[in-house]
């Protein structure tokens, strides 16, 4: 396989406290070019805060996080640097993912902008170069451009979120969540949208869900995570098929499926905890 | 117990300065004494307001009109006092989110106590009693101890555990679920679902359960009623409805579904979901 | 909003029956606009020049001298008309003049934090800490008696309440999504104010300004009242009332300025109280 474009490794971050809570417990894995790969688990399991750490938002305690071959710098007080804004992050809460006092036209073209400062003028992909060319893409109205967030409903907001982060034409997308506050008829389907347009866009994309059955649709390869830790990894449709690990065979046995069978999900006892070590496919 | 309710051509509108805005536009529907009605829909459908309404916690600007039989009471012609013994005592509530329901400065005992006592005019130690029994229904151990800790000793799942026992305290003939494991991880909500199956079972409680999440519906309902723009468009056997829907608006609901029967299954069907446009939104 | 500034016209406020309360806001927006519309206009208007001493002295009031005559022989009220336009043009000097460094202040600190946010909150609380009238009395005598420094020393300080409410706004913004997003995207600090905070804390910010402007004209009006703003012959209020205190058996020398100011204070801060339970209607019931 070709060289990873972004690349974790050992990554742990303590939240401070007395005592410290570990969130993530060492982690390392690698995002390639043209792949989806779904991180899956519950809340608390440290998926969030993997997302925060692979933008630079957050420090990591210890470890390091690669993007094309070098180390990725935390966002301090100051701005970025323009060579890093090839990490873009599309964030859970449609109702604040957008400004509410600008139009959607002069947010995409942020993105657009960013993607000019880093890659010069001489970048000619065939990537729509305007915002109503963006909104076109993501099968909304050009004329939209000119209206305000507040007149788009929750799917449309993750949809112009996620335009905006690609016209800074990123190397990875990241998705912490995006589809989770969005009604369910509609979540698949906005998944979908993103993760083929990220794939288009010849980047690499991180999807961060709790819901197995959707990134399992979206995702070539899965981690489950657990207690900080990745306890699962390997191509998505063997791990939905035949999970390995006992807590990822707990978590796809929790899930109720719509099919009106009545059919209850297995109860785990609450309490029961599971080994950390992990298992690859 | 008898628990029946029946809502007939329920309509409430909000007003406000100049504007009436319809939530609900006439909503039937029957629930069965000791069986878990499901109300499906997306959001803004008026699932949670018509539950709302049933226990008379619509908004101060609604107007109602219609009526909510439960037994042979007329809900909505009841007001004031009358209405305070009826909620909470005949008709109990479990909402969403377990950590703003719960009061997070009382003890577990006294949210637990106040209103049975003031319910069902009983002494403290009768209370205290009661209230031991009902957290050790919901699978909360610990006996009296546990009647002196506070909300945040307990998990979310515990919580709403907490919050379904509070409800239950008074022995009320219907209960109304809004959402209650929404905000639970599913491996949770397992346990939350076997639990509120388990109750009706044992105890032929009547439950309204409220949720967008079809496959909780699928898991816990009895029968299932789908709302969209504030009526009832379809209901139906739990079966039926994922099987063999017959509104169409329950067939495009289920084939974006992943899991469901006509839902899909590869990327490949979320491509052609994506081509047809599907999704129900514009 | 949760504007921190106790005030007797909101407990006077409460006590109007809540169906009373819009007829009242619309009767203070009503005695206020006419104030604005004096303070433009005003000068021009009066039947006597304010400061010609050319009449007799201590005139009751009558149908020719409305408000009657001063100890100098000056027309009543075409003065106090005339001191509209000092009062109430300096006490919006003053509002803007606070918002903007209040704000400043408020943004910097909450949108930096750690060591910048330490540095301006403990500079506003040294402020916060002195009483209001006493420090802004000191600096005006430090600064020697005229009504610019009477401004200046209103202005340090009116500013730290906007610096403190700004700053509460700005902290819960800046863990807003879009915020992030916008960082992601390589906005320099200064772009991400300027398009994603500044906007979003503009709106409540100018909300409270303008409740503002009926305790500045008091506060400014209280600094002439004590000899440490205008000075004569300027047709100010507070020093109007200042002077009648020494003829105090003429009633109409304090009556007719005290009324000035007590309706342009009251319909302002009415004005803002209507304002608030239109846009805060939970604020109602309490």
Known sequence: MSEPVLSVHDVVVDYPGRPPTRAVDGVSFDIHTGEVVGLVGESGCGKSTMARVLTGLLKPNAGTVIYRGEELRPLGLGGRAPDSTGVQMVFQDPGSSLNPRRRIGSQIQDGLDAAKRRLGATDAKDRPQTPQEWLERIGMDPEDAQRYPRSFSGGQRQRIATARALAAAPDVLIGDEPISSLDASTQALIAYVMSTLTIAQGAGMLFISHDLAVVRLIADRLLVMYKGRIVERGPAQKIWADPQHPYTKALLGAIPLPDGAQRMPTVTPPGTSYPLDEIVR | MSGELNIKDLKLDIKTHDEVTPILRGVNLRVEAGTVQGLAGESGSGKTMTGLTVIGLEPATAVTTGEIWLGDTDLLTITGSSLNAIRGQRVGMVFQDPSTSLHPQLSIGSQLTDHMRYHLKISKAQAREKAIAALDRVGITGGSSALSRYPHEYSGGQRQRIAIAIALACDPELVIMDEPTTALDVTVQAGVLALVRDLVDSLGLTVLFITHDLGVMSAIADRVAVMRRGAVVEEGSCEQIFTDPQHDYTRSLLSSLPGSATGPRTRDDLAHLAEIGAGGES | ?286
Request: charged share 15%.
């Open chain 3, 1 to 286: 909003m949760d504007i921190p500034r106790r005030s007797w016209t909101r407990r006077l406020w409460r006590k109007i029956p809540r169906e009373m309360r819009m007829p009242v806001g619309a009767l203070a927006f009503f005695v206020a606009l006419v104030w604005v519309i004096l303070c433009i206009i005003g000068p021009s208007i009066v039947p006597f020049d304010p400061l010609a001493q050319n009449l007799q002295r201590f005139l009751e009031p009558n149908s020719v001298n409305w408000f009657g005559t001063d100890e100098l022989g000056r027309d009543l009220y075409s003065r106090v008309i005339a001191g509209a336009r000092i009062t109430i043009s300096l006490a919006l000097m003053l509002v803007v003049a606070s918002m903007l460094i209040g704000s400043i202040i408020g943004v910097l600190a909450g949108f930096f934090g750690r060591w910048v946010d330490e540095v301006l909150m403990r500079l506003t609380d040294i402020v916060l800490a002195f009483p209001t009238v006493i420090l802004a009395m000191v600096t005006a005598a430090a600064l020697g008696a005229s009504l610019f420094n009477a401004v200046l020393a209103a202005l340090i300080v009116s500013w730290p309440p906007y610096a403190r409410v700004v700053r509460s706004m700005v902290l819960s913004l800046r863990e807003a999504d879009f915020v992030s997003s916008g960082r992601l995207l390589g906005f320099s600090p200064m772009k991400s104010m300027r398009l994603d905070i500044v906007p979003n804390v503009a709106g409540p910010t100018l909300v409270m300004a303008s409740l503002d402007i009926g305790n500045a004209a008091l506060l400014l009006s209280g600094l002439s009242f004590l000899g440490l703003g205008a000075k004569p012959p300027t047709p100010e209020w507070g020093s109007m009332i200042s002077a009648a205190l020494s003829n105090f058996d003429k009633w109409w020398l304090g009556l007719f300025p005290g009324l000035a100011i007590s309706t342009v204070v009251i319909a302002f801060n009415f004005i803002g109280d209507a304002l608030r339970d239109a846009f805060d209607p939970e604020a109602v019931r309490v």
